[in-house]
């Protein structure tokens, strides 16, 4: 069974859902950033334990999506609820910073691993 099209489309929900918590501003939408996050993740994990043909992937992904995509969300959503956090964080950096941040760190991956996804391999 082919499954690189889930396998994309999860690595792809994970890297935007995670670059978008990076740089928002309240945590309501960070926590739910969060959360999408790790659902994404437990859907990479079930495809590639599908794909591998591994069971250990469908327990790990199961304890991904209920750890990571219910329980931490919740906790940290009532935590910042009872501490009356201000909605509005403030950043060390600019959203416009941590974007330059995150396309250095991914291309200095590209050009270490000598890959970018979608077009392939390049030589130097």
Do not use: C
């Amino acid at each position: 069974m082919n499954l690189e099209f889930f396998h994309l489309l999860a690595g792809g929900g994970i890297f935007f859902t995670t670059i978008l918590a990076i740089t928002t501003l309240r945590y309501p939408s960070l926590i739910a950033w969060y959360r999408l996050s790790a659902i994404f993740l437990a859907f990479f994990t079930l495809s590639v334990g599908i794909a591998r043909d591994l069971e250990s992937f469908y327990v790990a992904s199961g304890v991904i999506f209920l750890l990571k995509g219910l329980v931490i969300p919740s906790i940290l959503s009532s935590v910042a609820l009872k501490a009356g956090i201000a909605s509005r964080l403030q950043f060390f950096l600019r959203p416009a910073s941590h974007y330059f941040v995150i396309t250095l760190a991914l291309g200095g991956l590209f050009w270490l691993f000598h890959e970018v996804p979608f077009f392939g391999t390049f030589e130097n």
